[in-house]
């Protein structure tokens, strides 16, 4: 009865233009009421702030107790209308409350995401305040008892979850959306329940969990029924976890239906959001001019709405659309506004992802500089995600160790102080005994020995593992090859022994055929070990002194010191045929998977005179090449290996103007190739 009175007062209050300054109504009512406003000014921000104008009560003045949670709904209402100052001036107001620094921090981390960057510093910071009322593991109690503003809290664990799903750290996401869920189920609000079903089953898919994400979709769409802007939201994310699974049909029915239920809402903002999603899987269906429509009728609402991220994403979209269409100058211009937009850092996996689309689109359009740039571009961030892991776990490692250290140190300083203490002891016994106090001294000095040759052991030990942590950060863990790190660390000494300049040696480039389709299909387990198999196949078709380096995901590099040309294509035929020729024994049953291959023998002008003088190159230009190659291979249809067997390029301005234009230098013969193919 108290709620129902409480929406009575409010609605009485809008019915005469202004709040009366009656008692304050109940506050949980009027929250509901705050996020409605809230969530209607995503696609109407103009009239929800006249509307907050109008309802603003009394209670809600300056000092006044609700005053917080109006000035918090303004300065989201007014970051949707894409005033970003004045929702600064809010967020400052709030900082000069008690009761509202937490909302502060929480306004700020929203405008940080609105501009497409990174806001996990600060929502983390406004959840620790958010967390003295909303403690995990018992939200019921909190939202009944405590007081717990369990929407914030709920944003600020949206904004941390999505930026852990884009580092890839989907347990943490998980589990701040699982916290994200029991806090709005225990404050029955069912719409932001709706949404967090969809975002956990996006984020279960990502671990191969394809049951339980479907399970938590079905959820979803049972939390809001008659909530239209709900419901083609969680379609959203259902969209996004059947296009993760490779069911390309199935993403695009449910964009489909998720657009009606906007439109049905007159929801612009998100129906345009809809249809840059659209693009994506229109041309992923090969309706190309139908994706550069629906592209070029959501762009115009996005930018009306400030929508910074979904713009980027909709430029990256249609420059994928026009490669395939091979409009490079149109794809080029789409990408060169992408990027004016900027990425951040914490995007790695996202962007990533974007990097490999590119470079697979350009490399199907046979444009082989911009696909290397993308290849480049992806194998760096992903380098990036693998050092930033590597570095925490061996962090964590020599944290161990130091800790084990330093406790070695403490008791043996505390073992000395006893043997001091002793001493003092004998020395007063000593006027009395003096026999005593000489076999006290020699039992000292043997202790001080003991403790001498234990400390020098825990120093071996500690260097000893110091040398193991050194020599694991080369290695890849999961198929114990050497990795790029310690494949750089061959390059630089062998430059630093060399008398001559330039690099010598064979390289060949290896890349699994299709393998992201191994991981959508048969789940990340398959597909390690399908990498482990490869690894231990290329490492058994080469010699014993040659280098196999896992350089990141389904590529390995092959470094084969002094091998002619003709040895290195029998080296690369092994290869394809050792990989492709046997199925691989798997979880999920065996599968087939081929390779493509690049290869290389340098310097490219051959082993002496002053044309080989001119081609010699530095190992990260030989690297490009046979990258060159590799997706030479890749273009003529995967299963094969391709080789450079002569380069006519006098010096090392026209090699270089070859790889800038590579296909025209093998059609004028420029480039001489060796093909081969891989078993049937």
Known sequence: MKRMAALLVLALAAAGGRAAPDPVPDPVAEDTVLANITRRAFDDPDAMLAELRRRWPAHAGPGQPREAAWLMARGRV?????????????????????????RSWLLRALALERAGKSPGALAARALSGFDRRCPAGDEDRAVRELGCDFR????????????????????????SARRALALVRAGGDRHLAALTRG???????????????????????????????????VRNFEAIVERRAHDIPASRAALDAALLLAEQADAPHLAAQLRANLVDAYMHLGLLKEALAMGQRAMPLLQRF?????????????????????????????????????????????RARELRELGETWAEAGQFKEALAALHGERDLNAQANE???????????????SAARQRDLDLLARDGQLKDQQIANQQLAQQVGIAVGALLLLSLALAGVTLMRMRRAQTRLTANQRLLRAQSERDPLTDLSNRRHFLAVMDQRSRESQEEGFRGALMMIDIDHFKNVNDWHGH?????????????????VRDSDLVVRWGGEEFLVFAPETPGDDLALMAERILVSIGGTPIETGEGPLRVTASIGFGSFPLGGSGGAAASALRLHWEQAVNWADMVLYKAKAEGRNR??????????????????????????LNGQVRLKLLSGPP
Not at 155 to 170: I, V, Y
Not at 202 to 227: C, I, S, T, Y
Not at 312 to 333: D, G, P, S, T
Not at 388 to 402: F, H, I, P, V
Request: hydrophobic share 45%; glycine share 6%; aromatic share 4%.
């Open 641 to 666: 290996g391709v080789g450079i067997t002569a380069v006519d390029a006098p010096d090392a301005n026209t090699l270089a103007a070859i790889l800038q234009d590579f296909d025209a230098a093998c």
């Open 78 to 102: 007014l970051l949707a209308a894409g005033q970003v100052e004045a929702a600064d001036a809010v967020a400052v107001q709030l900082m000069g409350r008690e009761d509202g620094s937490d």
């Open 199 to 233: 975002a956990l089953a996006a984020v279960l898919q990502a671990q191969d969990r394809m049951d339980a994400a479907r399970a938590e979709l079905q959820a979803a769409e049972r939390e809001a029924p008659g909530d239209p802007v709900a419901g083609a939201r």
């Open 306 to 350: 400030g929508d910074r991220i979904y713009e980027r994403i909709l430029h990256h979209n249609l420059a994928v659309a026009y490669i395939k269409l091979r409009q490079f100058e149109q794809a080029r211009q789409e990408l060169a506004k992408a990027d004016e937009f900027g990425y951040e850092p914490t995007d790695l996996v996202p």
């Open 525 to 541: 387990a398959a597909g390690d070990a399908v990498i482990v198999e490869v690894s231990q196949r290329i490492r058994a078709a």
């Open 388 to 402: 930033r892991n590597r570095a925490a776990a061996l962090e964590q490692l020599g944290r161990k160790y130091d």
């Open 152 to 175: 914030n809290a709920w944003d600020a664990l949206r904004l941390l979850q999505r930026e852990q799903s884009a580092q890839g750290t989907f347990v943490s996401a998980e589990a």
